[in-house]
């Protein structure tokens, strides 16, 4: 299992920037595909972006591309989402998350092939 601790979240006015951090330990970081996550209250938790082991390829939902980026740094076990442009829709609770190699023949966007999941950082975006 691979532990991830996400960080970044707070307030922020509609167009500003925000940039969450997620740390892994535990297993080889490397080995993971990793996932963005969000959950808004009264609604289902649903894919923001993702991330393949080596970082050559990135996935987002449409409502986020063109405005967040997904990257890694292996050597830090790190991911980071850089979320630009924010819009008052985009306040959630974020999780960052962990997809294993046994789990590639499924969709990215599946929650459920994911396999560690952070505790979650909250944005809140003002209008």
């Known amino acids: 299992q691979v532990q991830l601790v996400e960080s970044g979240g707070g307030l922020v006015q509609a167009g500003g920037s925000l940039r969450l951090s997620c740390a892994a330990s535990?297993?080889?970081?490397?080995?993971?595909?990793m996932g963005w996550f969000r959950q808004a209250p009264g609604k289902e938790r649903e894919f923001v972006a993702a991330?393949?082991?080596?970082?050559?390829?990135?996935y987002y939902r449409d409502s986020v591309k063109g405005r967040f980026t997904v990257s890694r740094d292996n050597a830090k076990s790190t991911v980071i989402l850089q979320m630009n442009s924010l819009k008052p829709e985009d306040t959630a609770v974020y999780y960052c998350?962990?997809?294993?190699?046994?789990?590639?023949?499924?969709?990215?966007?599946?929650?459920?092939?994911?396999?560690?999941w952070g505790q979650g950082t909250q944005v809140t975006v003002s209008s």
């Open positions: 535990g297993r080889t970081f490397s080995g993971y595909a």
């Open positions: 998350a962990a997809r294993p190699p046994s789990s590639l023949h499924l969709a990215y966007y599946y929650p459920g092939s994911y396999s560690s």
């Open positions: 991330i393949n082991w080596s970082g050559d390829s990135t």
